[in-house]
């Protein structure tokens, strides 16, 4: 089974900032959080990962809490090409990215 | 620099047929992995491989087959194709070195077994 949840759907109006959750509360100490996007009928696309510090890419931005157990990530000016589905992953790098698994993920909408 | 590559990108099979599902890389990453998508859902990892000549089952091995003798390739085989086994695979790489650790896709192959 998937290491997190996500919700399964969200909304969102273009130009907003989108903040799609993760809850990861049985991550490892060696684990990081990775997020990924897949739009319709593409292979997965990787986004941003992180380990505890905030991280920011040209993408996207992934804040992590301080207890480690749950994540956003935050797309700071939603357009109609990020419509897709987005995966949340928790893996260690280094020693066991090996059965990474995918869950459901959340679907998320632009709405112009 | 043509990443991963996968071939074919659509495939009819009847029950009972086999077929492989080819994916080359070129960016010399170690770890290779074949992932399934079934329609609305998740992907579900079947094999991964470490480096040429070593691989090992993912969740849901049962129904296929892989080899890994170079760095480059990683073929998928379906020996008795069943209609269980419609779906798109993904064939992704991930590089293990430096800061920017990330897994990379492939297009997908997608597979109707009638």
């Known amino acids: 089974d998937a290491k997190t949840t996500q919700p399964t759907s969200m909304d969102c109006a273009e130009g907003r900032a989108a903040n799609l959750p993760c809850n990861h509360s049985?991550?490892?100490?060696?684990?990081?959080v990775y997020w990924y996007r897949q739009i319709h009928s593409q292979g997965p696309q990787y986004i941003i990962h992180g380990l505890k510090n905030n991280e920011t890419n040209e993408m996207a931005s992934l804040i992590i809490t301080e207890d480690r157990k749950s994540s956003t990530l935050i797309l700071p000016h939603a357009t109609l090409r990020d419509t897709a589905v987005y995966y949340c992953?928790?893996?260690?790098?280094?020693?066991?990215?090996?059965?990474?698994?995918f869950g459901p993920g959340t679907s998320l909408s632009v709405i112009p | 620099n043509a990443g991963v590559t996968q071939t074919p990108k659509f495939r009819i099979l009847k029950i009972g047929q086999s077929m492989t599902l080819q994916c080359t890389q070129d960016m010399n990453h170690n770890y290779m992995y074949w992932y399934r998508q079934d329609p609305g859902m998740g992907l579900k990892l079947i094999y991964y491989s470490v480096g040429a000549g070593i691989t090992d089952k993912g969740e849901v091995p049962n129904g296929y087959n892989v080899s890994r003798s170079t760095t480059e390739d990683f073929p998928l085989r379906l020996e008795l194709a069943a209609p269980s086994q419609t779906s798109v695979y993904f064939c992704a790489t991930f590089r293990l070195q430096g800061a920017k650790e990330t897994q990379y896709f492939g297009p997908g192959t997608r597979l109707l077994v009638l």
């Open positions: 049985t991550i490892s100490g060696n684990e990081y």
């Open positions: 992953i928790v893996s260690a790098q280094k020693t066991s990215y090996d059965k990474v698994i």
